[in-house]
């Protein structure tokens, strides 16, 4: 098994480099999170709009899509460095969800309508799934859509709604068929942020940020043609995924710069006359994290180099998923208690280390584990799909 890099995907990689450094900086990911403030969101719109114009943003798309139809391995490159060094490179909805659905299931129309302006970074999207009481049981959703001539009037709630204050259009499900089974009946649509009765309402988190929000919707007409795929099958719409680069490897990433901040806090600082590297508890534990780190790299690595052989991830991804979010938890929680009364100092406070990253980390991180599936969800797939129990 060769475990190297070809030559042409390490001298991508240094390009990619370069380039973060030249256009965004490499001051690492403060762990915050969601983007809810309006100068940063500026600054993550404008370094996208330059990804675009290489063709990195939507490099795993098909070229008749905008894309470069780039292999799996090199989009995890591209993740990989931007997860690194804090800077955005996702795309957030509009490629990783929205667009590769319309690819599938919409129409002509719907494709020329929608697919540029996600490719050039002109508009932005979210995701109107998740709705209060429904918890991970999706299809239980109550927000209803019903048929009013050429429009669907939709009527109910949506939360944990990220970037709502600053999409520019919206993907949602509705119930169409209250009589029908629960994941029958649903309808997917797009929808127009700025169309009317529809309202937006941050949800302060308990690190203080507001990344996720509560979506109303009123009475908001949205014409039939902007129904995505057919009416009354929106789940099965919804659950379509294609071979794009979905492995998690931005969570270790990530979390490998905060290490690395980490270990050098470490080296530099003396408590009670003992520098904190020189103590064994503090050593043994930075090395289990490292080693943690580097297991979830090749998860992660596993997962892209799966979808580039032509096969489909299933219980793999939800490992990545799984591994990836429980480690930032135990990365978080290890360096506040390194940190001793220091690690409860917060942001803007002059003593707080590293700007009180793992702080924000501490309590933001909280979420991983039930955000995009909780852990005991990813556990009966790997149970069931991977190991081939049986269910009950």
Known sequence: MEFQFTAEDQQFRQEVRAF????????????????????????????????????????????????????????????EECAYFG??????????????????????????????????????????????????DLASLQTRATLDGDDYVINGQKIWTSGAQF?????????????????????????????PGISVRPIVQMHGRSGFNETFFDNVRVPRSNVLGEANRGWYAAATTLDFERSGVSVFAAGKKLLEELTDFCRDTTIGGV???????????????????????????????MQGAGKIPNYEASMSKLYGSELRQRLAQAGVNMMGLYGGLWEGTRWAPLDAKLQVSYVGSVSSTIAAGTSEVQRNIMATRGLGLPRG
């Open 20 to 79: 973060i450094k030249a256009n965004w900086g490499e001051s690492g990911s403060g762990g915050g999170g969601e983007v809810d403030d309006l100068e940063t969101h500026q600054r993550t719109r404008a370094f996208e709009k330059r990804l675009a114009e290489r063709g990195w943003l939507t490099m795993a798309w098909p070229n008749e899509y905008g894309g470069q139809g780039a292999s799996h391995i090199r989009q995890m490159i591209f993740r």
């Open 87 to 136: 800077a955005p490179g996702s795309g957030g909805q509009g490629i990783n969800m929205i667009g590769p659905c319309i690819m599938v299931h919409g129409t002509e129309d719907q494709k020329q309508r929608f697919l540029p302006p996600i490719a050039s970074a002109e508009v932005m999207w979210c995701q109107g799934f998740s709705e209060p009481g429904s918890g991970s």
């Open 167 to 195: 999409a520019d259009y919206i993907h949602v499900l509705a119930r169409t068929d209250p009589d029908a089974p629960k994941h029958r009946g649903i309808t997917y649509f797009l929808l127009d942020m700025k169309s």
């Open 275 to 305: 520098r904190l590297a020189e103590k064994p508890g503090v050593r043994a534990q930075l090395a289990e994290l490292a080693i943690e780190h580097e297991v979830g790299r090749l998860i992660a690595y596993r997962v892209s180099w």
